[in-house]
């Protein structure tokens, strides 16, 4: 995610800096005490100060402000964004030759701000000074915003999500496009909910489509149903979850059982796989698609078992969690569901932890990293008409993968 941050109302509390400070200037001065609109942005409208009286306050406090006033866990929250992978653009409205800037430093306006931010230790991809913030967004791509000034997020919000950091003289603002914030952890909780609600998903499958959109528009996840392998990069994870019976030659067996075989189909998934396994996204395996997820990391199949076959069933046998498994926290120890399998994993693929087991010992989950497939099928289950599992809650671990 390419994400633009401000710096002033945004990384430091520039209104309250005014208040303090602002209060304090007019004792010092002996000031007329007129306070007119403490929510608004502007010092000289809070305090009806002429353009005079305001100059000399920033010339006297503006390196005040620049050195003392970082939000709480600003510092943090930033790097911790960046090294989660997504690209930080600082952008602010400063610019060398501010006359809003004190005397001394107003012709090093943008070395300032890049020293600050490197005495803060915050990382980032790059900083862009410009008063012209909408069209700096288009030319850099950003794809949301963490802004305060109003004419700002009036404006932006029109092309992307912007993040609102908390102010008084923001407060009024409501655009369909915002999300408001009241700290920057709070501002890092409702990205990464926002971040995940927006994750393009693949499903890959040559079954019954409709099911799989419906369990990722359940959980807030933006699926595309598509057999094709030449656009994957666009994709931010994968659901697969293919029909039929895996060509055994792709475990290096002979063909014993297995039937309905689509040996084209089958490559194309072995390749669509690869390309999510080497990019580190995450992967969900339903049925057919845990077996070729067991069998792209080096393992095997059963091509032929009994009692695990029963297409009209909705509630066919239990299944046993184990210690580790991430489905404990959904289902509990135990739980059932459908069956409509003839084939399973023998040997488990490298790295692979069997998560969940049917009574007869056959594997019916495995889980490595961003990666968990099981072999029942949750996107039949997702009315919890029956008693057997919700079927929402295997997108949910999935969604929880990112």
């Not at 501002?187 to 079954?207: A, P, V």
């Not at 135990?334 to 007869?360: M, P, R, W, Y």
Request: charged share 25%; hydrophobic share 35%.
């Amino acid at each position: 995610m390419r994400i633009g941050i401000d710096i002033d109302g945004c990384m430091n509390n520039q209104h309250d800096f005014v208040i303090n400070y602002a209060t304090k200037y007019i004792c010092e001065k002996k000031l007329p005490y007129n306070v007119q609109n403490f929510k608004d942005e502007n010092t000289e409208e809070i305090f009806k100060w002429n353009e005079k009286i305001a100059h000399d306050f920033w010339e006297k406090y503006r390196q005040n402000l620049v050195k003392e006033n970082i939000r709480p866990f600003c510092a943090e929250v930033i790097n911790k964004l960046y090294d989660e992978g997504n690209e930080v653009f600082i952008i602010t409205a400063r610019y060398d030759g501010d006359l809003w800037w004190d005397s001394k430093s107003r012709n090093n306006v943008e070395n300032i701000t890049i020293n600050i931010l490197k005495e803060q230790c915050i990382k980032y991809t790059d900083i862009i000074f410009s008063k012209d913030k909408l069209t700096t967004v288009k030319k850099y791509d950003i794809q949301i915003m963490l802004e305060d000034n109003l004419n700002n997020i009036e404006k932006i919000s029109n092309l992307i999500p912007v993040f609102i950091m908390n102010n008084t003289y923001n407060t009024a603002i409501q655009n369909k496009n915002t999300i408001r914030c009241y700290s920057w952890y709070d501002f890092y909780n409702k990205f990464h909910k926002f971040d995940s609600n927006n994750k393009k998903i693949l499903i890959f499958t040559n079954g019954n489509s409709d099911r799989y959109i419906k369990g990722c528009e359940l959980v807030g996840l933006n699926a595309t149903i598509s057999d094709s392998i030449s656009d994957l990069s666009s994709f931010d994870g994968l659901i697969l979850a293919s029909e039929g019976d895996l060509n055994p030659k792709l475990y290096e067996q002979v063909n014993i059982k297995s039937k309905n075989i689509e040996k084209i189909f089958d490559e194309k998934c072995m390749k669509c796989l690869d390309y999510f396994v080497k990019n580190n996204k995450p992967i969900l395996g339903i049925c057919k698609g845990m077996q070729l997820i067991n069998v792209y990391f080096n393992g095997t199949l059963k091509q032929d078992i009994s009692n695990h076959d029963f297409p009209k069933l909705m509630h066919a046998h239990k299944v046993i969690c184990n210690n580790i498994s991430s489905l404990r926290c959904y289902y509990g120890n135990e739980f059932e569901v459908n069956s409509l399998h003839h084939q399973c994993i023998d040997k488990i693929g490298t790295n692979f932890e069997i998560i969940a087991f049917s009574e007869d010992g056959v594997i019916e989950a495995i889980q490595k990293e961003n990666i968990i497939a099981v072999q029942w099928h949750p996107e039949r289950l997702l009315n919890n008409d029956f008693d057997t599992l919700e079927g929402k809650k295997v997108f949910e671990i999935f969604k929880d993968l990112f």
